[in-house]
DNA sequence: AATGTAGTCAACCGCGAGGTT
DNA sequence: CAACCTCGCGGTTGACTACAT
């Protein structure tokens, strides 16, 4: 008996998302949560595979993702984390907090690759590239120069990041020869220091994704000050009220977070990097933006951070909020 | 300005793992 | 134990964009 398919594909939808499937989407989640894929599509009325939904929302719609080129430190553990896993993206993701497999897997086919080569450096193999691209060096100088040039991007990246870093470790434990055979001691062990240099990543950053399950939220840092709807959920503390009180006048009836019942998310204010919602909700006009006059109102994240009290919710409190 | 080419990235596809019946 | 189901992963594709000619 052949495979039965992952749904029926009679009359289903591909191709790009438009927003009114991923309003649709986010909207269904934030209400339920993440449950079976497969029911997905038919319970928030997409004609979508389940497949094709929890793609597009680890992909693009989760709320914790980062934008963005990944920085050098994140790529400079791309690749260390490349050396040890090889292409298990879901891995080297598990240790980049905001960044998706697929996208580590195509920073690393666009971008790395490139860059490993111009150093001289195999990317599968991670070691010197033997003849062709890198100009005749005797193999010691050679793997002297590769050495300089991991050395190089280490310093660099050491320096913009913060003062611990797994590549030293990584380094000290890495066995070339047997670098790809991954053991699971050997994956706890990077995990291990992977989870060490976030801890002190979370303390600049904010927070790793290893720690907020994706859908089942908790804690999710839920904003307050951030009620457009009328059905603003009590759990929004003090500065609820006063935020949104001339915005939600200039709101028409296309409001996104009145369709979307999006409880008070609290985005990150300094560097603000909402990833797509912020491109998402902008697209809707739901910055609050005032449309007469170009005095954007940007209430969303004018509140400087300090005055927006963060409140970790279960899972519980979440789903109360949303209904 | 028009066309060609390269780069980027969202999305798809097929497969395997693990769980359930 | 086999058949089936669901999910997640990695490879690949193709649409779109930027840049070059």
Redesign the pocket.
């Known amino acids: ?1 052949g ?2 398919p ?1 749904c029926d ?1 009679v009359g289903l ?5 438009t927003s009114d499937e991923d309003k649709k989407l986010i909207n269904f989640i934030l209400a339920n949560g993440q ?5 997905v599509p038919k319970l928030a009325g997409l004609l ?1 595979c ?3 939904c ?3 929302w ?3 719609l989760r709320p914790d993702l980062k934008r963005g ?1 990944l920085s050098e430190y994140e790529e400079k553990m791309v690749i260390d984390l490349h050396a040890q896993l090889g ?5 080297i993701a ?1 240790h980049l907090p905001g960044r998706t ?3 580590i ?3 690393w ?3 790395i690759k ?1 860059k490993l080569r111009k150093m001289g450096i195999d990317p599968l193999t991670h070691k010197p590239l033997s003849t062709i691209e890198t100009p005749p060096l005797p193999p010691p100088q050679q793997e002297v120069q590769v050495q300089e040039n991991i050395q190089e991007i280490e310093q660099q990246a050491v320096q913009q990041s913060c003062s611990t870093s797994i590549v030293s470790e990584l380094d000290q434990n890495k066995e070339p020869e047997t670098s790809l055979q991954s053991t699971v001691t050997q994956e706890e062990e990077i995990n291990n220091m992977a989870a060490s240099a976030y801890d002190t990543m979370e303390q600049t950053d904010g927070f790793c994704i290893d720690e907020v399950p994706l859908i089942e939220p908790h804690e999710i840092l839920v904003p307050c000050g951030l009620s457009p709807s009328s059905t603003s959920i009590p759990t929004s503390s003090s500065s609820s009220s006063t935020s949104t009180s001339s915005s939600s006048s200039s709101y028409d009836s296309n409001n996104i977070l009145e369709d979307l019942l999006l409880p008070d998310f609290e985005w990150p204010i300094n560097n603000v990097d909402i990833g797509l919602w912020g491109d998402y909700l902008n697209s809707w006009d739901v910055l609050i933006s005032d449309v007469v006059g170009d005095r954007k109102q940007t209430t969303m994240f004018d509140p400087p951070l300090n005055q927006c009290s963060r409140m970790i919710l279960d899972q519980d409190s979440w789903i109360n909020g949303l209904l």
């Open positions: 008996m495979r039965q992952c594909k939808k591909k191709g790009p998302w449950c079976c894929w497969r029911a979508r389940g497949k094709s929890r793609l597009r680890t992909n693009y080129l292409n298990r993206w879901s891995k598990s497999d697929n996208e897997k195509n920073h086919n666009t971008h490139k």
